[in-house]
């Protein structure tokens, strides 16, 4: 069966400092993988999505960014944090365009 | 461009009561329309999806494309129901679509 994870679980980070978050999937391949980013009241923010190995489009410009290295690894990044990057950062997959997707566990991100 | 729209931030309601969580959307084309629950500390998960017209943990949504609706309903609400849920809608594209969640808090 098909698994996804997510690490870290929580991550506290000074403001100015790098960011890596990692996803990835098994027992599956070429998964449709995506970045949420989801704040109470306001919903699940879509960042980015890749449809395979190096294809990363962005939805939100802002001072995140997103790799793809691997067909079941995605890479959530960030060269220098700031406070408005604080959330909860989810990765989700789907085998096809339009279906369901599949969700990972998030990482708490605090940025102080 | 599509749109979610869930017009409830929180619903309270008693156990054993019935429930409506509400979502409309705009979208000119066929969508694919789904529901998603996420229980206190877990995961994010599928609840259930229109094309399967199917009955999970007694909810039931009905896709009305006359009034560009998929309300979620359940006719006797359990505590264990309580929890957040997103409507949510996907086209042809890889760009899903979800409405902002309503928090559903069912009380014994």
């Known amino acids: 069966s098909q698994t996804i994870h997510q690490w870290p679980a929580t991550l506290v980070q000074p403001v100015g400092s790098p960011l890596s978050l990692e996803c990835t999937v098994e027992g599956t391949s070429n998964p449709n993988l995506y970045w949420y980013r989801q704040a109470a009241g306001r919903g699940l923010q879509l960042l980015f999505y890749?449809?395979?190995?190096?294809?990363i489009s962005s939805e939100v410009p802002q001072n995140l960014s997103a790799s793809r290295p691997q067909d079941r690894q995605f890479i959530l990044s960030s060269k220098k944090l700031l406070l408005s990057d604080s959330g909860f950062y989810l990765c989700a997959w789907s085998q096809l365009a339009g279906y369901e997707q599949y969700f990972g566990p998030g990482t708490r991100l605090t940025v102080t | 461009a599509q749109r979610v729209t869930q017009p409830e931030k929180l619903l309270s309601v008693f156990k054993g009561a019935p429930v409506e969580l509400k979502c409309n959307y705009s979208y000119s084309g066929s969508p694919e329309l789904f529901w998603y629950v996420q229980y206190s500390r877990q995961r994010l998960q599928l609840l259930l999806r229109h094309i399967s017209r199917e009955s999970i943990k007694g909810f039931t949504a009905d896709l009305n494309k006359g009034e560009t609706s998929f309300h979620l309903k359940k006719p006797f609400a359990q505590e264990e129901d309580s929890a957040m849920y997103y409507c949510?809608?996907?086209?042809?594209?890889?760009?899903?679509?979800f409405g902002r969640g309503t928090s559903l808090i069912v009380h014994p």
């Open positions: 949510a809608l996907t086209t042809g594209s890889y760009i899903p679509t």
């Open positions: 890749s449809v395979g190995i190096g294809q």
